[in-house]
């Protein structure tokens, strides 16, 4: 069965930085992308940053290019996101997901999911 875990969220001050890190199981690993969302209260989830497996092309919503870095580590069965010059903006649940294949940077499946990890951003 597919599993991805999350870590890595808490508080942090506006300008200040987190990494978050996703464990996945080895069967999904290698998918053909995976990627980083966020769902801020009252609002929908919205994708973050896509990486795709194979070449390591990434994607980024613009609201956070410059700021936040996606990257994988085949050999930890892991995804981060470098999260720096946060604002309160990025406050929201952050979720690791896995998919078949993507394109331009979006899925083209419904993927499997994490249980998020959350981040507060206070100004």
């Known amino acids: 069965q597919a599993q991805l875990k999350e870590s890595g969220g808490g508080s942090v001050q506006a300008g200040g930085s987190l990494r978050l890190s996703c464990v996945a199981s080895?069967?999904?690993?290698?998918?053909?992308?995976m990627g980083w969302f966020r769902q801020a209260p009252g609002k929908e989830r919205e994708r973050v940053a896509i990486?795709?497996?194979?070449?390591?092309?990434?994607f980024y919503d613009f609201s956070v290019k410059g700021r936040f870095t996606i990257s994988q580590d085949n050999v930890k069965n892991s995804v981060y996101l470098q999260m720096n010059f946060l604002q309160s903006e990025d406050t929201g649940t952050y979720y690791c997901?896995?998919?078949?294949?993507?394109?331009?940077?979006?899925?083209?499946?419904?993927?499997?999911w994490g249980q998020g990890t959350q981040v507060i951003v206070s100004s």
């Open positions: 080895p069967d999904i690993i290698n998918r053909g992308c």
């Open positions: 990486i795709y497996s194979t070449s390591r092309t990434t």
């Open positions: 997901a896995a998919f078949g294949a993507c394109s331009g940077g979006f899925p083209l499946d419904s993927g499997d």
